[in-house]
């Protein structure tokens, strides 16, 4: 799914029958990547988190990005644009990147599969560590 699809589709509609206080929106940015521009992108998270406020005023957004991946070219600059749009915008952005190994380093392969871009075991627990860290110190 991408980021236009997930707005298509008004998937913030689902998230609000469920009241939330808080929402930690990581967008569809890997699956983007060459597929919907970056200006397209931040666009439909706008449209996305409009839907969402206007449901649930009072949710707290987080947004963040997605994991990281071994030597690329664009993506980290989509990234840097989705970090600057949270601050643009006012939206708290959790950067969760300097808690993997640079993403020009071939150990990043370790905690990221290059087959699938998505994070192994150990990426999950370096993410979810980051997390913790985030919510549990402040």
Known sequence: MTTA???RQRIAA????????????????LNDNGVVTIDDTLAHIQSILAGLKSAAPNAVVILQPPNPIYNATYYPRQ??????????????????????????????NRYVDPQTDLPTAEGAKVWANALAKRFIAQ
């Open 14 to 29: 689902d998230w609000v029958k469920d009241k939330p206080d808080l929402v930690l929106l990581e967008p569809f940015l």
């Open 5 to 7: 699809d997930a707005d």
């Open 79 to 108: 990234v840097e644009q989705l970090e600057a749009f949270a601050k643009e915008n006012g939206y708290p952005y959790l950067n969760h990147w300097p808690a993997w190994p640079d993403d020009q380093s071939e150990e990043l």
